[in-house]
């Protein structure tokens, strides 16, 4: 019902940026946010940031001041700028959509094919 489709990952070289972006399209009227994911081998699957249809905005400390979402709410897409890239942000990366409720974010379960960044010189 919800379709999550992510692009703009690849390999880029220490200091670099990358632009991804994600658009949903589905019975996705009553949710206010969306979100970017991203998973290492071996690691969990962690919240990168998220953005609420107001345009309130929310980081992970680990990308805080390198990385920037936005979203163009007439076309349900969410853009994830990041920037001065290091080894440590290879991972994929999945965009969602869910609620937004005070500073916390409750993913819906759908989930993209998620898009490879790697970072290495």
């Known amino acids: 019902q919800v379709q999550l489709t992510e692009s703009g990952g690849g390999l880029v070289q220490p200091g670099g940026s990358l632009r991804l972006s994600c658009a949903a399209s589905?019975?996705?009227?009553?949710?206010?946010?969306m979100g970017w994911y991203r998973q290492a081998p071996g690691k969990q699957r962690d919240l990168v940031a998220h953005i609420a249809w107001s345009g309130s905005t929310n980081y992970a400390d680990s990308v805080k001041g390198r990385f920037t979402i936005s979203r163009d709410n007439a076309k349900n897409t969410v853009y994830l700028q990041m920037n001065r890239l290091k080894p440590e942000d290879t991972a994929v990366y999945y965009c969602?959509?869910?609620?937004?409720?005070?500073?916390?974010?409750?993913?819906?379960?759908?989930w993209g094919q998620g898009t490879q960044v790697t970072v290495s010189s």
């Open positions: 589905g019975s996705i009227f009553s949710l206010n946010g």
């Open positions: 969602s959509v869910g609620r937004i409720s005070g500073s916390y974010y409750y993913p819906l379960g759908y």
